[in-house]
């Protein structure tokens, strides 16, 4: 499960999610805590402005985008490219990751997974809304965003959600690019010039989180220390896998991520929040981390 969205009470901030279409007009989103009850009333979503076109024929590899305009492109964020509803056309479509844009051209973080011809739908499917500080008043956890829009259609014919929750205080970043170097010095020299080391550390995160595969969220307080040591075994894995580093480089972070991996998942859990912790339950992850 990907982290939480989370707003500082009496402070406000954005929530914001990549659908994974360009939906249709008045887009809208409204807050509500894990039993449903509505904490922020459903109000207008800001549709990313970019909805242009491909400049060009691109293969498959391509890590680069020739663009009809860049106007809005922002470094940093994911553009969808192919046919804007998914159900009317069969081309394929990717989602893509933008590190650089200039002169209309766009530097991509991967290469293109598929073909693309000319004239292809290249659109922002960010949507977004500020939460103003006089909405933020009740703290609460395990919540979601419904989002939706006129017209949805398959393969989005509900309201989707994406998780967030209102903290008390602005969460620390649970790993920073300092406790990756401590494992790999050199890590600065790996990474790429036009990267975002917070995107790569926040993607890493989220690989862990999903890799444990919880099935519980039990209200277990854990100590957001023990994800330091997989998030950075995670992005020196995801560096050297993308500079083609040697096999038995990628071998040895793969080695180590998994054996951190492994020793996250023994940390001993209250599943039955009984005070005590026994021996049947410290087998698998059951928690998660304690926010606000």
Same mark, same amino acid.
């Given at each position: 499960m990907p982290r939480p969205q989370a707003y500082v009470l009496d402070q406000g901030g954005e929530v914001w999610t990549y659908a994974p279409i360009r939906g249709g007009a008045n887009p809208v989103v409204a807050l509500h805590n894990s039993a449903g009850s509505v904490m922020v009333s459903s109000g207008t979503a800001t549709l990313d402005s970019v909805n242009t076109t491909l400049n060009g024929a691109l293969s498959s590899g391509a890590t680069t985008v020739t663009l009809t305009s860049d106007t809005g492109v922002v470094s940093g964020r994911q553009y969808r490219i192919g046919a +804007?509803? !998914?159900?009317? #056309? $069969? #081309? !394929?479509? @990717?989602? =893509?990751? =933008? &590190?650089s844009s200039a002169s209309n051209v766009a530097t991509l973080s991967r290469p293109l997974r598929y073909d693309h011809a000319t004239g292809v739908a290249f659109a922002g499917t960010r949507l977004s809304r500020t939460i103003a500080s006089g909405s933020a008043t009740t703290l609460f956890a395990n919540?979601? +965003?419904l989002w939706s829009w006129d017209s949805m259609s398959e393969p989005i014919a509900a309201p989707f959600r994406t998780y967030v929750e *209102? %903290?008390?205080? @602005?969460?620390? !970043? &649970? *790993?920073? &690019? @300092?406790? %990756? +170097? +401590?494992?790999e010095a050199r890590v600065h020299q790996w990474?790429?010039? $036009? #990267?975002d080391p917070n995107e790569l550390i926040e993607r890493a995160f989220e690989s862990v989180v999903l890799r444990l595969e919880p099935t519980t969220r039990v209200n277990t307080m854990w100590d957001s220390h023990a994800f330091v040591r997989p998030t950075a075994l995670r992005v020196l894995l995801d560096l050297s896998i993308q500079n083609m580093a040697e096999e038995e480089i990628v071998a040895r972070w793969r080695a180590m991520y998994e054996e951190s991996i492994a020793d996250l998942a023994r940390v001993p859990t209250d599943v039955d929040e009984d005070g005590m912790v026994e021996a049947n339950e410290s087998a698998t992850f $059951?928690?998660? =981390?304690e926010r606000g």
């Open positions: +804007a509803d !998914p159900t009317t #056309a $069969q #081309a !394929p479509w @990717e989602m =893509v990751h =933008v &590190l919540g979601y +965003a *209102c %903290v008390r205080t @602005e969460i620390i !970043p &649970l *790993c920073t &690019l @300092e406790d %990756v +170097a +401590a494992w990474m790429p010039s $036009q #990267a $059951q928690g998660r =981390v």
